[in-house]
């Protein structure tokens, strides 16, 4: 039996009706099975539980339709949305603050945006929580029409904001017809405009706009993973490309005699180089994109890659097979093309350990890291 009543209509739990542990062994053998079709003889023998397996998402997006609906949207329906559903995947603090911003919308005295129309101002809200910290509320609109307008939504958020402790809360305003939970622009309406995460020791900033691992337990499982398949790092070279916002460069930092993280999000990279002086790390950060930074010329020992699921850009496969770094770790949230990139480097890497680790419980998404050594 489901653990969430609205799975066939929300479908973010899809495989919450399977005991954990069979959830577990259903995306091993994907994993498998995708490998098996581009390396027949390469196999996934481990795949490491996620510490939380229920309210362990510490970012939900939620919609808020023309109608004042909010909640989740219907699976296939970008323009419905399920009233008052939360989540069995978010935080507990996410939970309280989506009952109290429920609460508030219909004495807001605002308009909601219609999809279909594109008129009206709230389009969504976006809560964040922090492992061992605060919450971050971000309310999306669209840019109001004039002053007298936006000088209601700033008193409808004032009323907003004396009722949620323990939280920043954040305006964001997307001046696009786009159907989307980013902001063009952020303004912050309480004493900070991001919240801190401690990862294994590392100190981030998150802010409003800004990617961070959905999973903090499991991130930390993703972190100590990869640091040790980078091992010994004393007078290395190393190179992360697709660094975000430092989360793998930061740590890799401590030990390595350079360090490097490459993303091509100025955002990105401004929280990287924040986060870079909070943890007085000596990394250095570029924004580029992978393909055309030209960070084959840093000769690195060892290279870090975490594209987006999209995987690896073409031209930044080919410059690594060019590069040739002694060492590459390889972390993917999409294993079938994974797999396929895997094909490609096999002429000149061989995957020296490869482990699965489960960042989404109940979902059919897992991670995957493999460490490649040059042939």
């Given at each position: 039996?489901?653990?969430?009543?609205?799975?066939?209509?929300?479908?973010?739990?899809?495989?919450?009706?399977?005991?954990?542990?069979?959830?577990?062994?259903?995306?091993?053998?994907?994993?498998?099975?995708?490998?098996?079709?581009?390396?027949?003889?390469?196999?996934?023998?481990?795949?490491?539980?996620?510490?939380?397996?229920?309210?362990?998402?510490?970012?939900?997006?939620?919609?808020?339709?023309?109608?004042?609906?909010?909640?989740?949207?219907?699976?296939?329906?970008?323009?419905?949305?399920?009233?008052?559903?939360?989540?069995?995947?978010?935080?507990?603090?996410?939970?309280?603050?989506?009952?109290?911003?429920?609460?508030?919308?219909?004495?807001?005295?605002?308009?909601?945006?219609?999809?279909?129309?594109?008129?009206?101002?709230?389009?969504?809200?976006?809560?964040?929580?922090?492992?061992?910290?605060?919450?971050?509320?971000?309310?999306?609109?669209?840019?109001?029409?004039?002053?007298?307008?936006?000088?209601?939504?700033?008193?409808?958020?004032?009323?907003?904001?004396?009722?949620?402790?323990?939280?920043?809360?954040?305006?964001?305003?997307?001046?696009?017809?786009?159907?989307?939970?980013?902001?063009?622009?952020?303004?912050s309406l309480s004493p900070h405009d991001y919240i801190e995460e401690c990862i294994n020791g590392s100190r981030y900033h998150i802010s409003p706009g800004s990617f961070f691992q959905t999973n903090s337990h499991g991130a930390e499982l993703l972190q100590?993973?990869?640091?040790?398949?980078?091992?010994?790092?004393?007078?290395?070279?190393?190179?992360?490309?697709?660094?975000?916002?430092?989360?793998?460069?930061?740590?890799?930092?401590?030990?390595?005699?350079?360090?490097?993280?490459?993303?091509?999000?100025?955002?990105?990279?401004?929280?990287?180089?924040?986060?870079?002086?909070?943890?007085?790390?000596?990394?250095?950060?570029?924004?580029?994109?992978?393909?055309?930074?030209?960070?084959?010329?840093?000769?690195?020992?060892?290279?870090?890659?975490?594209?987006?699921?999209?995987g690896l850009h073409p031209k930044a496969l080919q410059q690594i097979v060019q590069a040739r770094p002694k060492m590459l770790i390889y972390v993917s949230c999409n294993f079938k093309r994974?797999?396929?990139?895997?094909?490609?480097?096999?002429?000149?890497?061989?995957?020296?350990?490869?482990?699965?680790?489960?960042?989404?419980?109940?979902?059919?998404?897992?991670?995957?890291?493999?460490?490649?050594?040059?042939?």
């Open positions: 039996m489901s653990l969430c009543p609205n799975k066939e209509r929300c479908g973010s739990c899809s495989l919450s009706d399977q005991p954990y542990p069979e959830q577990l062994e259903l995306k091993l053998s994907q994993i498998n099975a995708a490998l098996g079709q581009s390396l027949p003889e390469l196999h996934c023998d481990e795949i490491l539980p996620s510490p939380k397996t229920e309210h362990y998402r510490n970012r939900m997006d939620f919609a808020i339709d023309f109608e004042g609906r909010f909640g989740l949207k219907e699976k296939g329906k970008w323009w419905k949305v399920i009233d008052g559903h939360k989540c069995i995947l978010s935080d507990e603090r996410i939970e309280e603050i989506f009952d109290q911003v429920h609460a508030w919308l219909p004495q807001s005295g605002l308009s909601f945006f219609c999809r279909k129309k594109h008129r009206g101002l709230l389009r969504y809200a976006v809560i964040r929580k922090a492992l061992r910290g605060n919450a971050m509320l971000v309310i999306i609109t669209s840019a109001p029409e004039d002053q007298s307008e936006e000088t209601q939504l700033l008193d409808a958020l004032a009323g907003l904001n004396e009722n949620i402790s323990g939280a920043e809360l954040v305006w964001g305003i997307n001046r696009t017809i786009s159907d989307t939970s980013n902001a063009d622009l952020y303004r100590r993973t990869v640091l040790e398949y980078c091992g010994e790092l004393s007078g290395k070279r190393v190179l992360d490309l697709y660094c975000g916002n430092g989360f793998f460069t930061i740590p890799l930092s401590k030990t390595a005699a350079e360090c490097t993280g490459v993303e091509l999000v100025q955002a990105a990279i401004d929280d990287a180089r924040r986060n870079g002086a909070l943890n007085h790390s000596s990394a250095n950060f570029l924004c580029a994109g992978t393909e055309n930074s030209g960070w084959e010329a840093l000769k690195p020992d060892l290279l870090v890659v975490d594209p987006p699921r999209a994974f797999a396929e990139e895997l094909k490609q480097l096999a002429p000149h890497y061989e995957v020296l350990d490869l482990r699965a680790i489960d960042l989404f419980p109940h979902t059919p998404h897992v991670e995957l890291v493999a460490k490649l050594g040059r042939r």
